[in-house]
């Protein structure tokens, strides 16, 4: 029963979404400290996903949201601005994670190994850090480098993830995971530990001060910008992921993590088409790697462990591996558990904490249960979602196009064989 | 003109000896068969032919080029194919891009192509899609292009692996027993199928099959494998009076009786 009645829904009728946004965005602007409604009017993306109406609309309205109503209504506010900046980061290396584990199917746990090449190439030249292995004084750089920097990030990433892929990519499944494991961990402790003999990541301490973006003088460093920025290269990363995911080698990626054999048998190679998964996800998290040394103005090793990677895979998992908008959607959600519904449910219990209502011992805060949710979260989804929360589904072509393309009108590939037969037959 | 050469073939797994010593010409545009009891050895000789198992001795001959080293991906651009056993579509792909797949190694869109979404990358996605459906409907199924592999039933799946196979544009193409699990109508159809692959697209065929009927019907040729060995070759009417064959099937006995 509810079956058919998931089946008749078609989705939500156009003007639900549209007074949703109207009204969060509203009490967004007179209610300026509501979290609710700032979560509200991040939530009218999800709710648009499931509109039923054209893609098209749907597009226009998502980008009027993201680009003119939240700037609009939130940007004055620095800590939303933040939250949105910090999702759409964990957005954009969720999509990137999303190529090799869920088109490729390969385990990486060690996916933040690429997210920390790219912020400390940004890190290392753009402060004098750099000076203390490289002659001249050449060092730090502007704020203005930081756009070249997007593309140093994601070609140093794609180099690492092409290093690390060779040796690691001839292991598959379990294997794989612990392998990535490892190289990931080993990354981490080789940054932590390069301040000798030459100072080139200055260790434990870090690097500091990262400059903040510049474009013709004007300093982007506060969240506002960083939004925008944010939001471009995840317009960007999405692009690729959809035009990857029906490409050439998408199939490849996707034959691969269905069936090894019978995808080589088909002449896909499966180094090849491992290394350049692993190379196109490591690049992404290279870019966003970049933002995120600006965003922070301090790097150090400790914002790459292992928890970072386990948390990314938690996102595209319970997203749904493989799915681009489920990924979008994990990402998000996992993001503002984290930093937002924990950490303001903690607050809520010290307010009444301080109010003398009840007495919480220091261990119970709820912002320290982090790795407990997310468990019980997957095991929630592992139950009743198994392919994630908007689990992914292939593309139907339009048989209709193909019957009327001009490739039609003669037989391809071996097929070809066959007009060549009738042909003399007749003659 | 043999346009497949296996010279001599060797295989072990640590103590047995999977192939002894197999030699097997298959000649240009034939239908070849490979029978054998069970455990004789005949999916190890396709994983050989096929690049899967790297053989311990001897070699293998492709249109008088030595291909044995070669991995699987290679082999199969250099236009042999294969079928699975126990089908090995890829379940969560619709039937079109299924087919689309074995298109792989004659598209030649890269990482920048794609991404900048190229003419040439469109031009070369909308043939490929037009080759897949015409390969669909040359074996029957392109009402369920748009189904996913995993969903449809038996026998459309092994018309969907066949459609697969030939959209790798191969010159020689390994059934491993294409009539497994078919009811004899189905048989019957899958043998005109085969027999009309040959005609039509001047396909080499080389099958594995246990279904006698269909081995002595379709193939021009029949090698007989035993405990690894070769004991036999000829004609379906040399192989079904051979008496090292009967042997084979029906044990000792059975030959003295007869």
């Known amino acids: ?427 | 003109m043999a346009i497949l050469e296996a010279v001599g073939l060797t295989k072990r797994f640590g103590g047995l000896v999977a192939n002894q010593d197999v030699s097997i010409k298959i000649e240009k545009g034939s239908i070849t068969a490979v029978i054998g009891p069970n455990g004789a050895g005949k999916t190890t000789f396709f994983n050989m032919i096929t690049g899967f198992y790297e053989p311990d001795e001897g070699e293998i001959l492709l249109g008088g080029k030595n291909i044995k080293g070669l991995r699987p991906d290679q082999i199969a651009t250099r236009g042999i194919t294969r079928t699975f056993q126990n089908i090995r579509l890829f379940k969560q792909m619709t039937a079109l891009e299924n087919v689309m797949v074995g298109t792989h190694s004659r598209l030649s869109a890269g990482l920048l192509g794609i991404l900048f979404h190229t003419k040439r990358v469109r031009e070369e996605e909308e043939k490929a899609r037009v080759e897949a459906y015409q390969l669909l409907e040359y074996v029957g199924i392109e009402h369920i292009a748009n189904e996913a592999a995993g969903s449809l039933p038996y026998g459309l799946q092994r018309r969907l692996e066949i459609a697969r196979a030939l959209a790798t544009n191969p010159q020689i193409i390994l059934l491993d027993e294409p009539a497994a699990g078919m009811n004899p109508r189905e048989t019957v159809e899958m043998t005109e199928f085969i027999r009309l692959l040959k005609k039509e697209l001047d396909l080499t065929i080389i099958l594995i099959e246990h279904d006698m009927k269909l081995v002595m019907g379709l193939s021009e040729y029949i090698h007989v494998l035993d405990y690894g060995r070769k004991i036999a070759e000829g004609t379906p009417e040399q192989i079904r009076n051979n008496p090292s064959v009967i042997e084979a099937y029906l044990g000792k006995s059975a030959s003295e009786v007869s």
């Not at chain 1, 900046?85 to 199917?105: D, E, K, R, W």
């Not at chain 1, 990541?201 to 910008?225: C, S, V, W």
Request: hydrophobic fraction near 55%; charged fraction near 10%.
């Open chain 1, 1 to 427: 029963m509810a079956n058919l009645v998931w089946k008749s829904f078609k989705g939500i009728p156009l003007y639900v979404t549209l007074i949703w946004i109207a009204v969060f965005s509203l009490l967004l602007h007179f209610l300026d400290k509501s979290v609710l409604s700032f979560l509200g009017i991040l939530s009218s993306i999800v709710l648009l996903y499931f509109t039923n109406t054209s893609n098209k609309i749907k597009l226009a309205i998502g980008a009027l949201v993201l680009i003119v109503i939240i700037p609009l209504v939130a940007g004055e506010n620095r800590y939303y601005m933040e939250v949105a900046s910090q999702v759409g980061i964990y957005v954009a290396m969720a999509l990137g994670l999303n190529i090799v584990v869920g088109f490729a199917g390969l385990l990486d746990l060690g996916y933040v190994a690429f997210f920390a090449a790219g912020a400390y190439a940004y890190a290392i030249f753009s402060t004098s850090q750099a000076n203390e292995f490289i002659a001249g004084n050449l060092f730090p750089l502007t704020g203005d480098w930081f756009w070249p920097f997007l593309i140093v990030g994601l070609i140093v990433a794609a180099i690492f993830g092409i290093l690390l892929g060779l040796p690691v990519l001839r292991v598959k499944g379990d294997y794989l995971a612990i392998v990535t494991l490892g190289f990931g961990e080993i990354i981490r402790i080789v940054f932590n530990n390069l301040d000798k003999p030459i100072n080139i990541t200055n260790g434990p301490q870090g690097i500091t001060p990262i400059p903040a973006p510049e474009l013709f003088g004007l300093k982007m460093g506060t969240p506002f910008y960083f939004y925008f920025i944010v939001l471009f290269v995840i317009a960007f990363i999405v692009l690729a992921n959809i035009r990857f995911e029906h490409s050439r080698l998408g199939r490849a990626w996707i034959a691969v993590r269905e069936d090894e054999l019978a995808a080589q048998s088909m002449g896909i190679s499966l180094l090849n088409t491992k290394l350049a998964a692993f190379a196109t996800g490591a690049s992404f998290a290279g870019v966003v790697g970049v933002i995120f040394a600006a965003k922070q103005t301090f790097i150090d090793p400790t914002s790459f462990t292992l928890m970072e990677s386990i948390g990314i895979l938690v996102m595209v998992i319970l997203g749904g591996s493989g799915s681009i908008p489920g990924v979008i959607l994990g990402a998000a959600f996992v993001t503002l558990l984290q930093v937002q519904l924990l950490k303001e449910f903690s607050n809520f219990l010290h307010s009444l904490q301080q109010s003398g209502i009840i007495n919480l011992p220091n261990q119970l805060d709820p912002s320290k249960f982090q790795r407990l949710v997310f468990g019980i979260m997957l095991i929630f989804v592992a139950l009743y979602r198994p392919n994630g929360l908007i689990p992914a589904k292939r593309k139907t072509n339009d048989l209709g196009a193909i019957k009327s393309s001009p490739f039609s009108s003669g037989k391809l590939g071996i097929l070809s064989k066959l007009s060549q037969s009738s042909s003399t037959k007749q003659s």
